[in-house]
């Protein structure tokens, strides 16, 4: 099926937010792994995600890394950053800052902390927020992550905001790793962006019409993940798409069995031999010797390798 029809689509990185031995942000380095990104396979950047520790960084912080990314050139319109706070003032100075530096739509987690609330609930928060902001430049791809966030995004509640909000609300990153649910939605909503949040679940889901993929692997594997996505947009299941899905499936299969921040960032802390990336905020840590090494054997057994630089 073919999702031409569609507003955002790609493969877009969650990507890693690296730090100084202080736990600052460093805005250097997150722009230059910015465009080591955009050079290799990504269409788009899904900064301040999960996988961006967005949560271990404060409101004034995740702003300031929003501005450093822009004054550094990376290109704004690719951005998709991750907006969505406990606090609905919160969400909307981050939502705000999004917009002002020109990113092209935004990654809206629910408000996470009260659990169990009604879909009506839910509704009223993300409508608050369009309703504060008042700015038809907002697109807004919905955060469904519940095994992370504990709080789901219900069909009802897409149904819901894309009757109220349909240019605002274009889009949701499905992470649950539940491919029913991401098929389900490109089924019940047309022209509503779908993206996987797991890389071995993007084919399936273009295959349905959706948009593509958000993933923490894209960090490194983004040339493979676009080599799906290009292939499958040329030649659906004409071409040898099945094919370049293997090693795609094979980078996520490792990080999988490896706590996912750490790995990806001792993988990138090898690729570039800088050992800054490693730096990370408690409580994640960094992983022990004898396990960085073994991912390290694992990957180099598969026979991948990252791409070099542009």
Same mark, same amino acid.
């Given at each position: 099926m073919s999702a031409t029809n569609l507003e955002l689509t790609g493969v877009y990185a969650a990507v890693l937010t690296p730090q100084h031995a202080d736990l600052s942000p460093d805005h250097a380095r997150l722009a230059a792994h910015s465009?080591?990104?955009l050079a290799n396979?990504?269409? #788009?950047?899904?900064?301040?995600?999960? &996988?961006? %520790?967005?949560n271990s960084f404060s409101v004034a912080e995740r702003?300031?890394?929003?501005?450093?990314l822009a004054e550094n050139g990376v290109p704004t319109k690719?951005?998709?950053?991750?907006? #969505?706070?406990?606090?609905?003032?919160? &969400?909307? %100075?981050v939502t705000k800052k999004a917009i002002e530096i020109g990113a092209g739509a935004v990654l809206m987690l629910p408000p996470f902390y009260y659990k169990n609330q009604s879909d009506e609930g839910l509704f009223a928060a993300y409508?608050?927020?369009?309703?504060?902001?008042g700015d038809d430049r907002l697109k807004i791809c919905v955060y469904h992550f519940p095994q992370m966030s504990g709080v789901p995004v219900s069909m009802n509640l897409i149904a819901m905001l894309r009757k109220a909000y349909p240019d605002t609300v274009?889009?949701?990153?499905?992470?649950?790793?539940?491919?029913?649910?991401?098929?389900?939605?490109?089924?019940?909503f047309p022209g509503f962006c779908v993206f996987s949040g797991a890389d071995d679940l993007m084919l399936p889901v273009l295959r349905e019409g959706g948009a593509g993929c958000i993933t923490a692997c894209a960090n490194i594997a983004a040339d493979l993940a676009q080599a799906v996505h290009a292939e499958y947009r040329a030649n659906g299941d004409a071409g040898n798409v099945d094919e370049l899905q293997k090693p795609l499936a094979a980078v996520r299969r490792i990080i999988s069995?490896?706590?996912?921040?750490?790995?990806?960032?001792?993988?990138v802390a090898r690729h570039t031999g800088d050992e800054a990336w490693l730096n990370m905020r408690p409580p994640v840590m960094k992983m022990d010797a004898?396990?960085?090494?073994r991912l390290y054997r694992e990957y180099d057994g598969a026979g991948l390798a990252m791409a070099q630089a542009a």
């Open positions: 465009r080591w990104l396979g990504c269409d #788009g950047l899904g900064i301040l995600g999960t &996988t961006g %520790e967005a702003l300031e890394i929003l501005d450093k690719t951005m998709m950053p991750g907006t #969505g706070c406990c606090a609905i003032p919160d &969400t909307v %100075e409508s608050e927020v369009i309703q504060r902001i274009v889009g949701m990153k499905d992470s649950s790793g539940v491919l029913d649910n991401m098929l389900t939605a490109v089924r019940e069995g490896y706590p996912l921040i750490p790995s990806l960032k001792a993988m004898g396990q960085t090494q």
